[in-house]
């Protein structure tokens, strides 16, 4: 036989008949017995027969098992799964529940996003809404932050809204040269719009030069602000490809980014 049962959290209180305390009860060794309730059916046939021919009477079950002089084992239950005797019980049960199916029903949504950008002449480099000083910038309509694009399209594909090209085409005379932070802070209103917050950001710049570590913490603060999320919640990381490929020969760089969304009202 085995009973689900947790420790007695509450001080006990032994009263005498006009309730006034008597003494205190140790807790230790005295456990709160739940349901479910386990026996061999054999057993628990001849307990209750046992039981009627003796006109005898107990709380559950595991009671006259015991009566009868067999063991039972204690097996960890949860305080989750208390009794419903009062009317609070149930109102205390129905608010578990309501949370319980609360967290069920939240959404998240994955995105990721990846750009690339050639090294050209003339230009300035822009990465994350930083001005970098280096001897070459980024080809491109906007000013070519190819960090702050990947990072709007990882936010716009976990909205399922497409890319960036499809809100803001190269094609369009109002975008050429435009700041993509200012891209970024759309994309994030068009995401909000939809029910959607920013639960994280993750990107990697890859990159042979400049090094950015000294300007990743503006990165972190400009793209922080630009989502109206708190800065620790956006990571910026930069790497090299070790000299191979069209990083590593200086022929341009590379961003890719994870975006978490959650649906507004979801519990976090």
């Known amino acids: 036989a085995a009973v689900t049962a947790v420790p007695v959290a509450d001080t006990l209180k032994k009263s005498d008949e006009r309730q006034y305390v008597q003494k205190t009860v140790s807790r230790e060794r005295l456990y709160q017995i739940q349901t479910p309730q386990a026996f061999s059916k054999s057993l628990l046939d001849e307990a209750l027969e046992w039981a009627e021919a003796k006109g005898l009477d107990a709380t559950d079950e595991a009671g006259l098992v015991e009566s009868m002089g067999h063991k039972v084992r204690l097996v960890e239950g ?14 205390m049960a129905a608010a578990l529940l309501e949370k319980r199916k609360s967290a069920m029903s939240q959404e998240f949504r994955i995105g990721e996003g990846y750009d690339v950008h050639a090294f050209v002449p003339g230009r300035d480099l822009i990465l994350g809404g930083v001005k970098v000083p280096f001897e070459q910038g980024l080809q491109g309509h906007s000013d070519a932050d190819a960090l702050l694009h990947a990072i709007c399209d990882a936010m716009l594909g976990a909205a399922a809204e497409g890319d960036l090209g499809k809100h803001f085409p190269d094609t369009d005379p109002q975008f050429k040269g ?23 950001v993750d990107a990697t710049v890859v990159c042979q030069r400049p090094k950015l570590a000294p300007h ?3 990165m972190r603060e400009i793209i922080a602000a630009a989502l109206g999320v708190p800065v620790d919640r956006v990571s910026v990381k930069a790497t090299t490809e070790e000299g191979l490929g069209f990083t590593g020969t200086m022929q341009g760089l590379a961003a890719r980014a994870v975006v978490l969304l959650q649906k507004r009202g979801s519990p976090p």
């Open 78 to 91: 949860s305080v989750t799964n208390f009794k419903i005797t009062r009317a609070e019980d149930l109102e």
């Open 178 to 200: 435009v700041s993509s932070r200012v891209l970024l802070a759309e994309v994030a209103r068009r995401v909000q719009n939809k029910g959607f917050t920013v639960a994280n």
């Open 216 to 218: 990743i913490p503006e």
